[in-house]
């Protein structure tokens, strides 16, 4: 196995910074350094022995490094890559597009021994010059051509998931799988067009397309359905989480000057569908949320077809749930509609004695029956697919899911969301957007849902009350004996003790003080407030610093 990098590889690189499929380079072999995650990539040094070049591998290559494939200290062979600047930096950076790993770790960084030799004078023999007429060279120059044909089919296509927003030229080939309807508007700049499609390359990668007003009416009868195209000069920035519909952390923009030229006379390709799993217990954040999602799952029951009349236009369509479950041991609800309640919600009727695993990509979570799930015009479902999820997940199902009482994700919301109210995720905030806002409950209580932890507690502070066991208000001790309640207006010869606690909790957006109540502090403390007040009455009160 190769143990040494190639001779002045980056040198090679950079005076090679986009080569095609007609440019012959040598082998380029290089040494990784400091290698370390970046997001769903990883970035590195690459070292030649002489010099150094900051690098990223494209994020389809990040399970060779999670696999150990490629290591730290180790060398790789660049197949396929592209040179870009750094913004406002007068540096470069290598997108390694293709790789394979060559060695693994070696001892230490390699670098060349530069030996310096005798100072000399190395003059070049005279090349002989041989005069051409004008019409000579135009002559060698078409003959030397390929044909149109040809040079189409060797430009440089870049995959999806190589892009980013500091890039230059880049020319990709994707297949139209979603087209949107044009849309017109209306702001204080004016009015407006506006339409959206989604792409996908021959790796499945995805992303959105945008086009506004002239690029809108220019390329919207352009883009069919079905069809692969070559687009080129169009621009990228970071994908709006609250309007993607898409796994890309881009989104890209095509304007009247971007080139979008359809792809015939060449193969076709059908894009690999890939998906983004998300487990069903952790549906709850995507709860009515513009985001599609893909889940995975053992079907536990199919439900009959039946028909819905729609509101917009009266026109009645064929619905089908299906009742899916996965190693979370939860369950979710599946609404078919349309060919798929019809067509493939038949075959996982006649199938489900079986216990299928279907993957189903793109789906809307909704806050009906407090968590569900239902498809859209652009879902697909995979029954039964070949893939590692699939298996990991009949495995499991065979061994001990279908022995296990499966809990639906809604089951535990209250009566009310479960027949059809808001979920307990439709209001979810962070902490940041409720302190950010000081005009927040002034005329009428508002109402959240948070998820934190708890990361302080003052142990000093009056933990809990002396409480009527009637009303649960705050009693006094009465002059003679017992308590008094002024709001019951008796007196009891015993009280209750109940938490009042101020506590900070924290999420990825700050923190903020929190008061918790009785039952609440009871689930955080673990203990009743007696039995928390007997711990604090011992001497060192030592049991009681170790129960916060």
């Known amino acids: 196995m190769t143990k040494s990098v190639t001779p002045d590889a980056i040198s090679v690189i950079m005076s090679n910074p986009s080569p095609d499929s007609s440019t012959v380079l040598p082998e380029i072999v290089l040494q990784v350094l400091d290698l370390k995650p970046a997001g769903n990539r990883y970035t590195f040094n690459v070292n030649d022995g002489k010099r150094k070049l900051k690098a990223i591998l494209q994020a389809s290559l990040s399970s060779e490094v999670i696999n150990g494939n490629i290591q730290n200290l180790g060398l790789i062979r660049v197949i396929d890559y592209t040179l870009n600047d750094i913004p406002n930096k007068n540096e470069k950076y290598?997108?390694?597009?293709?790789?394979?790993?060559?060695?693994?770790?070696?001892?230490?960084?390699f670098k060349v021994e530069?030996?310096?030799?005798?100072?000399?004078?190395?003059?070049?023999?005279?090349?002989e010059v041989v005069t051409k007429s004008a019409a000579q060279i135009i002559y060698e120059q078409n003959r030397n051509m390929a044909p149109t044909a040809r040079t189409s089919m060797t430009r440089r296509v870049h995959p999806l998931a190589s892009l980013?927003?500091?890039?230059?030229?880049?020319?990709?080939?994707?297949?139209?799988?979603?087209?949107?309807?044009?849309?017109?508007?209306?702001?204080?700049?004016g009015e407006g067009c506006v339409f959206n499609v989604e792409l996908t390359d021959e790796d499945g990668t995805q992303i959105q397309a945008t086009m506004f007003n002239e690029a809108a009416r220019k390329f919207f009868d352009v883009f069919e359905m079905g069809k692969v195209y070559y687009i080129s000069k169009g621009t990228l920035k970071v994908a709006n989480k609250q309007f993607k519909t898409v796994?890309?952390?881009?989104?890209?923009?095509?304007?009247e000057n971007s080139q979008v030229e359809e792809a015939v006379n060449e193969t076709a390709f059908i894009p690999e569908t890939k998906f983004n799993f998300v487990p069903i217990d952790q549906l709850g954040p995507y709860v009515?949320?513009?985001?599609?999602?893909?889940?995975?799952?053992?079907?536990?029951?199919?439900?009959?077809?039946m028909s819905i009349r729609r509101k917009i236009d009266n026109e009645s369509i064929p619905k089908r749930d299906i009742t899916i479950a996965d190693n979370t041991k939860k369950t979710v609800v599946v609404s078919l509609w349309n060919v798929l309640a019809t067509d493939l919600g038949q075959k996982l009727l006649d199938m489900a004695d079986e216990s299928p695993v279907v993957a189903i990509k793109s789906l809307r979570v909704s806050d009906f029956q407090g968590v569900s799930l239902s498809t859209v015009n652009k879902s697909i479902i995979e029954v039964n697919p070949n893939s590692p999820d699939s298996e990991k997940l009949k495995s499991w199902f065979q061994s001990e899911g279908k022995e296990t009482n499966m809990e639906s994700i809604g089951s535990n919301l209250s009566p009310s969301m479960k027949n059809g109210g808001r979920s307990m995720y439709a209001d979810r905030v962070t902490l940041n957007q409720i302190t950010s806002n000081s005009s927040l409950g002034e005329e009428k209580p508002v109402w959240y849902s948070i998820r934190a932890c708890m990361s302080m507690i003052r142990p000093d502070q009056a933990m809990y009350y002396q409480a009527c066991k009637t009303c649960y208000k705050k009693v006094t001790e009465d002059v003679g004996s017992g308590y008094w309640c002024q709001a019951c207006q008796k007196n009891e010869s015993d009280c209750s003790l109940r938490y009042i606690l101020s506590a900070k909790f924290s999420?990825?957006?700050?923190?903020?003080?929190?008061?918790?109540?009785?039952?609440?502090?009871?689930?955080?403390?673990?203990?009743?407030?007696?039995?928390l007040h007997n711990l604090k009455s011992q001497d060192d009160g030592s049991e009681y610093e170790t129960q916060l």
């Not at 290598?94 to 960084?109: G, H, N, Q, R, T």
């Not at 030799?117 to 090349?127: C, D, T, V």
């Not at 979603?178 to 849309?183: A, C, D, L, P, Q």
């Not at 700050?510 to 407030?529: N, P, T, Y």
């Open 288 to 305: 009515n949320q513009k985001e599609l999602i893909d889940v995975i799952g053992v079907v536990q029951s199919v439900s009959p077809t």
């Open 164 to 189: 980013n927003p500091y890039q230059g030229n880049w020319t990709i080939k994707v297949r139209l799988t979603s087209k949107g309807n044009m849309r017109h508007y209306k702001n204080a700049r």
């Open 94 to 109: 290598l997108i390694v597009i293709k790789c394979e790993a060559v060695s693994p770790a070696l001892e230490a960084e």
């Open 114 to 127: 530069v030996k310096t030799e005798g100072a000399g004078i190395f003059l070049k023999p005279k090349q």
């Open 507 to 531: 999420d990825a957006s700050g923190g903020a003080w929190l008061s918790v109540f009785s039952d609440e502090a009871e689930k955080l403390i673990g203990c009743s407030a007696i039995e």
């Open 247 to 255: 796994q890309n952390d881009y989104e890209m923009t095509l304007n």
